[in-house]
């Protein structure tokens, strides 16, 4: 479902649940957002995420990484801006590739994300030589770096051919002042209109969400529910008889977020979606 209007989406969103997702805690001393409880955390830990600090009465400017270049701040026809991981800001230059850069941020062994890097080089079909700058950049905890191109799948055979060419010429990567440098990532690869979906965007919105808003000793409690919880469950089996629903609800998306539990089928996950516990 797609949503001209900026407040249609915003009740969109409400339906789904936004309404019932939990506000940060008050800040600790050191300023980052701290739980009302202290109680130990009993589930995996991820790479940290860097909150926001609400302490600092200064304004201080943003880090984009690697970024080769600084996408306008407005464009008529495209949705420009840009978010953060790991303190990194991201940049989108279009609703497509807002997508992807938030379904990127929810892959479990995600430990860098960069836009608009590496700018490469390969040979056209005349033996031009030619140029292309990524739309993403990301690196695995196990070091793996692969550069991302975006396009909506209509455009998939063009840029299939043209990730041939940059992979035939090695993924050579073109630094100031042209110097060139092979092998600047291991691996390419495309994304789509139909793999950032609207549905896996809008799943990718709580998942962030909740690595902020989260309740450490309500995810402890989840835990030990979803332990008793035999095979197959609704989601909003979780939200029943619980004093706080929206602890509950951001809770049940943080530990989606952790592989701890699972949509048993694609698509958007909402109260109705059948979840299972991961071994």
């Given at each position: 479902m797609r949503h001209n209007h900026k407040i249609a989406k915003y009740l969109y969103l409400k339906r789904a649940g936004l309404g019932e997702l939990s506000l940060p805690s008050r800040p600790s001393p050191d300023g980052l957002m701290a739980s009302e409880t202290n109680s130990p955390t009993t589930y995996?830990?991820?790479?940290?995420?860097?909150?926001?600090?609400?302490?600092?009465?200064?304004?201080?400017?943003?880090?984009?990484?690697?970024?080769?270049?600084?996408?306008?701040?407005?464009?008529?026809?495209?949705?420009?801006?840009?978010?953060?991981?790991?303190?990194?800001?991201?940049?989108?230059?279009?609703?497509?590739?807002?997508?992807?850069?938030?379904?990127?941020?929810?892959?479990?062994?995600l430990r860098e994300l960069q836009s608009q890097y590496p700018k490469v080089h390969y040979i056209d079909a005349d033996g031009v030589q030619r140029e292309h700058t990524f739309?993403?950049?990301?690196?695995l905890n196990d070091g793996t770096r692969v550069a991302v191109a975006v396009k909506y799948a209509r455009k998939?055979?063009?840029?299939?051919?043209?990730?041939?060419?940059?992979?035939?010429?090695?993924?050579?990567?073109?630094?100031?002042?042209?110097?060139?440098?092979?092998?600047?990532?291991?691996?390419?690869?495309?994304?789509?209109?139909?793999?950032?979906?609207?549905?896996a965007f809008e799943n990718a919105y709580f998942i962030l969400t909740s690595r902020l808003h989260h309740d450490d000793a309500e995810c402890d409690s989840l835990v030990d529910v979803v332990k008793r919880l035999p095979g197959q469950f609704r989601f909003g089996d979780l939200l029943r008889d619980v004093p706080t629903r929206d602890k509950r609800r951001t809770a049940i998306w943080r530990l989606i977020d952790l592989r701890l539990i699972a949509p048993v089928y694609s698509g958007r996950i909402d109260d109705r979606s059948w979840l299972r516990a991961c071994a």
């Open positions: 995996p830990a991820r790479t940290p995420h860097t909150a926001v600090d609400t302490a600092q009465d200064y304004w201080e400017e943003p880090n984009f990484g690697l970024a080769l270049r600084v996408p306008a701040d407005k464009q008529a026809k495209t949705a420009r801006g840009h978010t953060f991981f790991n303190g990194n800001g991201v940049y989108h230059e279009s609703e497509l590739e807002h997508r992807v850069s938030s379904v990127l941020q929810t892959l479990f062994e739309d993403y950049f990301i690196v998939r055979v063009e840029m299939l051919d043209l990730l041939d060419r940059i992979c035939a010429a090695g993924i050579t990567g073109v630094g100031p002042l042209g110097k060139l440098t092979p092998r600047v990532a291991d691996a390419v690869a495309l994304m789509t209109n139909e793999e950032a979906t609207q549905e």
